[in-house]
């Protein structure tokens, strides 16, 4: 076994915490929204929102 695996192993580390998915999409969407505003990305999304609902058949 690697030393490194073993070093960590013995270090008893506090579990990792987790973070509720709405919590992540709530730090996640502004920065999304302000990205597609500065790059001016908005046609670019609305096409290939298109694309993925008529492959889906909407």
């Keep these: 076994m690697a030393p ?10 506090p579990a990792p915490e987790t973070r509720h998915p709405a919590v992540a999409l709530a ?6 929204v302000l990205l597609l505003a500065l790059f001016g990305a908005w046609d ?5 929102t ?9």
């Design 4 to 13: 490194l695996s073993r070093a960590l192993r013995r270090r008893h580390l």
């Design 27 to 32: 730090i996640v969407l502004p920065c999304a």
């Design 44 to 48: 670019q999304l609305a096409t290939q």
């Design 50 to 58: 298109r694309a993925v609902a008529d492959l889906i058949g909407r």
